[in-house]
């Protein structure tokens, strides 16, 4: 059995790896995320994930490499970032306020036998409709400026009691669609 190496220093990436409890190690891919800006979000995705498995290859053609990349999009395509300076976290979690999102996550998983296997899994988030009182009972302690739109998922967001439902892979949301991943894996014997 090949190692496996995860091509991230995500924590959410490596907190779902932990839960898999398959042997890993982590070795971030350091790619210019730009260069693709300009296609649909779900190639973009797909690509990204692509070329930061290729630059692990480099170093490590023997091992199973398994790497991703998520970006949070509205129905028009329109992408949510990270906050930056200056962005109001107030305003652009209130803009969630009854809307679905869509989470594209591109997931590649290397191996010398299979080549390069990649896809996009797509999950959708939809909030509940929310007040702004809730809004701000809720992120008056929390650091929304380090989330996509401003509302997290995961449990140690307070975002995550305002989701009315979420469709699509369930780990995929969180950057890293596991069922993908073992289905590439199982094809190389690599889970047991």
Same mark, same amino acid.
């Given at each position: &059995?090949? @190692?496996? !190496?995860?091509?991230?220093?995500?924590?959410?990436? &490596?907190?779902?790896?932990?839960?898999?409890?398959?042997?890993?190690?982590?070795?971030?891919?350091?790619?210019?995320?730009?260069?693709?800006?300009?296609?649909?979000?779900?190639?973009?995705?797909?690509?990204? /994930?692509?070329?930061?498995?290729?630059?692990?290859?480099?170093?490590?053609?023997? #091992?199973?490499?398994?790497?991703?990349?998520?970006?949070? /999009?509205? #129905?028009?395509?329109?992408?949510?970032?990270?906050?930056?300076?200056?962005?109001?976290?107030?305003? /652009? #979690? &209130?803009?969630?306020?009854?809307?679905? !999102?869509?989470?594209?996550?591109?997931?590649?998983?290397?191996?010398?036998?299979?080549?390069?296997?990649?896809?996009?899994?797509?999950? @959708?988030?939809?909030?509940?409709?929310? @007040?702004?009182?809730?809004?701000?009972?809720?992120?008056?302690?929390?650091? #929304?400026?380090?989330?996509?739109?401003?509302? *997290?998922?995961?449990?140690?967001?307070?975002?995550?009691?305002? !989701?009315?439902? !979420?469709? *699509?892979?369930?780990?995929?949301?969180?950057?890293?669609? &596991?069922?993908?991943?073992?289905?590439?894996?199982?094809?190389?014997?690599?889970?047991?």
């Amino acid at each position: &059995m090949s @190692s496996i !190496i995860l091509a991230s220093e995500s924590f959410l990436k &490596m907190f779902i790896f932990d839960k898999s409890k398959l042997p890993y190690e982590t070795e971030p891919a350091y790619i210019d995320e730009t260069v693709y800006d300009n296609l649909p979000v779900g190639e973009r995705v797909a690509k990204l /994930a692509e070329s930061k498995a290729a630059k692990i290859v480099e170093t490590n053609p023997d #091992a199973t490499i398994i790497s991703a990349d998520t970006l949070t /999009a509205d #129905a028009n395509g329109n992408v949510y970032n990270k906050l930056s300076h200056g962005d109001d976290p107030f305003a /652009a #979690a &209130m803009n969630l306020s009854g809307k679905t !999102i869509d989470i594209y996550t591109g997931c590649c998983v290397y191996n010398k036998t299979t080549g390069y296997n990649t896809k996009t899994i797509k999950s @959708s988030i939809t909030y509940r409709t929310f @007040s702004q009182q809730t809004l701000q009972r809720l992120i008056e302690s929390d650091n #929304a400026a380090i989330r996509s739109g401003a509302l *997290g998922i995961f449990y140690d967001s307070p975002g995550f009691t305002l !989701i009315d439902r !979420i469709e *699509g892979s369930y780990t995929g949301s969180f950057g890293l669609p &596991m069922e993908f991943v073992y289905e590439q894996l199982d094809k190389v014997e690599q889970v047991i």
